[in-house]
């Protein structure tokens, strides 16, 4: 059974300060990793992918993917008021064609 | 947006009816996806499609069947619907020539009493 973890929240965050998010998994052959924003009532959106160890940057986000820790995280630098959301992460063995994901991390930015 | 859509976006229904959501998408995306969001539980997949008339079962795929006829089209069936399966639907696409994951319709939310 393939599973990805993350802490549920809610996490709490300034506005301007960095918001970090954490996400587990228990499957080694795990090839991609994903980052998916949504607001509530509304349907999950893509805002990261991650595929190699290291750090990905797409403006405020950085993704930070540790294949031998199994840990992917994602930062979320000088938050705002609308990165209030929950957190999904996800992760897809080879092909990508399955996805697993956690149960998501909610997020709320106090201005 | 992938152009996916969902219909109904709302739906009331009584235990034991047979209940049949649609997804429809204009991307031309080979796979498709049906999951189920419940408090708790995260998105959990439900059936997905890999080509027309090509199905397989996801993780919480009791009670339910899909059909997919045509490219742009994936229904997702209960067959006799129970409270459980009171939930919030999500379909999915995916386009495999791109390295880009999974992208989500608007959703349907069921209400089985």
Not at chain 1, 5 to 19: D, H, K, M, T, Y
Not at chain 2, 22 to 44: A, I, K, S, V
Request: overall charge neutral; glycine content about 8%.
């Amino acid at each position: 059974q393939k599973e990805v973890e993350q802490n549920s929240g809610p996490l709490s965050v300034p506005e301007g300060a960095i918001a970090s998010l954490n996400c587990t998994y228990s499957d080694r052959g795990s090839q991609s990793f994903f980052w998916y924003r949504q607001y509530s009532g509304k349907s999950p959106e893509l805002i990261m992918s991650i595929y190699s160890n290291g750090d990905k940057e797409d403006g405020r986000f950085t993704a930070q993917l540790n294949k031998a820790s199994q840990y992917v995280s994602l930062l979320i630098r000088d938050s705002q008021p609308s990165d209030s959301a929950t957190y999904l992460c996800a992760v897809a063995f080879f092909g990508n064609e399955k996805l697993t994901f956690g149960t998501g991390t909610r997020l709320t930015i106090i201005p | 947006d992938a152009g996916i859509t969902q219909s109904p976006r709302h739906k009331v229904t009584e235990t034991g009816t047979p209940v049949t959501l649609r997804c429809h998408q204009t991307e031309n995306h080979r796979y498709m996806y049906w999951y189920r969001q419940d408090p708790g539980h995260g998105l959990r997949l439900i059936h997905y499609s890999y080509g027309v008339k090509d199905t397989d079962k996801g993780e919480v795929s009791d009670g339910y069947s899909v059909s997919r006829s045509k490219t742009e089209d994936f229904l997702l069936t209960l067959e006799s619907a129970t409270s459980s399966q009171t939930s919030v639907y999500f379909c999915a696409t995916h386009d495999r020539t791109a390295q880009e994951t999974q992208y989500f319709g608007p959703g349907t939310r069921l209400l089985v009493l």
